[in-house]
Each structure stands twice: as C-alpha cells, then as structure tokens.
C-alpha cells in the first residue's frame, strides 16, 4: 500500500504561510525549494509554494490536524492569525470536525477524535 506523505499546496506568501503552520501547528522548516518552503510534522511533507505560470491546481478542498486537545488547538490557529469558519464535534465518537482559515486563506479541520481508518500516530518499522 502506497502511503501519503507529501502535499504541496499553493500559496500567495510561501514565507507567511511557513510562518502560520509553524506557530499554529507546530511544524518545522525542513527545506527549501526554487519557490517555496517546506514544513513537516515528521510524517507528513508540506510543500508551501508561490504560483508559477498560468497554472491553475485543482483538487485539494481542505485538509485536517489531528490535534490532542481541540480548545487549546485552536487558541494557537487563532493566535497564529487563522480564523474560525464553523463546526464542532457533536459527540465524544463524533468524526465530524470544526473548521478554520490559515492567513493565505485556505480551510482545514481541527479535530481531536480523528477520521475512520486513520492512525494519529505512526510508529517507524525497526
């Protein structure tokens, strides 16, 4: 089975945005590229990068944080500069996650109950 491990995602500020996942999230700077920078949280590599051409991406919706404690999760996306949009888990079971904007304007989901058939920890094979 193939793993996803990597995302690249167009920004207006590759710089601003490295800045907002970093504070908010916790990630580290782990690169740099001909136009952007890269984040990780040491599983997962963010590709953070400026638009060249006339290229138009297409596909990403959103993404999700699978965080520890959802309030003070979110005091740091505020706090970093991200806004709230809307939702809330409705159950302690509940998949169903609250919904933000980073300062480049794109969404993603906090949640601290996860998504059916994901693992929030990955363990490395010895």
Request: aromatic residues 10%; charged residues 30%; without cysteine.
């Amino acid at each position: 089975m193939a793993r996803l491990r990597h995302i690249a995602i167009i920004v207006p500020d590759p710089e601003k945005a490295a800045k907002f996942f970093e504070q908010a999230f916790d990630m580290k700077r782990v690169g740099t590229a001909r136009r952007g920078i890269h984040v990780s949280d040491g599983v997962i590599n963010v590709a953070l990068l400026k638009k060249e051409t006339e290229e138009e991406p297409i596909g990403l919706y959103h993404f999700g944080m699978w965080v520890d404690d959802l309030d003070s999760a979110e005091k740091k996306v505020i706090a970093a500069g991200g806004t709230y949009l809307s939702g809330r888990p409705t159950s302690p079971k509940s998949f169903y996650e609250a919904k933000y904007r980073d300062t480049s304007g794109i969404v993603f989901d906090l949640t601290h109950t996860g998504w059916a058939g994901a693992a929030k920890d990955v363990v490395p094979k010895s």
